[in-house]
């Protein structure tokens, strides 16, 4: 389905882009969801150049409504796992094309959030050149797939990304037993 992957560009930095796309949202299952997450950061981390700690995360919410909502018990805890077990892991995170009362939403969850992820976050509307521009500042828009905002054709595709992941879980495998 695509709703949560690593990109396979980076950021301007060589940072790791991890996109999320709360409309695809289409299981049920509480420690699905958070396995999920978990493996997602996981790869992530491990997917960083030599000297760099941080990623990016792509928050697309095109197409996104009530009916895809993350059940309240999953979206805490998944804040909770994020701001607990990956802090300062997250350098810029973009909510792309998010409903706009999200906006009046996140001002008031935003007590719940650490306030240096908050600084972090940016609005940003296909719509609207002054917040994509925002995005460009961290992403080139040559490599932005189009449905961002760039000018990249590439589309998410699932038997590619299975691929990748399958020799990344060899290499993350490879990582944990070096370590023994």
């Not at 690593?6 to 882009?17: C, H, I, L, M, S």
């Not at 958070?34 to 992530?44: C, D, P, S, V």
């Not at 700690?53 to 409504?65: A, E, F, I, R, S």
């Amino acid at each position: 389905m695509g709703k949560m992957y690593r990109a396979t560009f980076t950021d301007k930095e060589g940072r790791t882009v991890v996109i999320m796309r709360p409309a695809k949202q289409n299981t049920s299952s509480h420690e699905g969801q958070l396995r999920h997450l978990i493996y997602t950061m996981e790869n992530a981390v491990l997917s960083l150049p030599q000297g760099l700690d941080k990623m990016v995360w792509l928050v697309d919410y095109t197409g996104w409504t009530l009916a895809n909502a993350t059940p309240i018990k999953t979206a805490r805890d998944s804040t909770n796992i994020l701001q607990n077990h990956y802090p300062e892991r997250l350098s810029v995170a973009f909510l792309f094309n998010p409903p706009k009362v999200f906006e009046s939403f996140f001002k008031v969850i935003k007590v719940f959030l650490d306030s240096k992820s908050i600084q972090k976050v940016n609005f940003v509307y296909k719509d609207n050149e002054e917040s994509l521009k925002t995005m460009y500042k961290h992403i080139d828009p040559e490599i932005l797939p189009a449905e961002f905002g760039g000018k990249n054709n590439v589309v998410y595709n699932q038997e590619e990304y299975t691929k990748l992941m399958t020799k990344d879980d060899m290499k993350t495998a490879s990582f944990w037993a070096a370590d023994c």
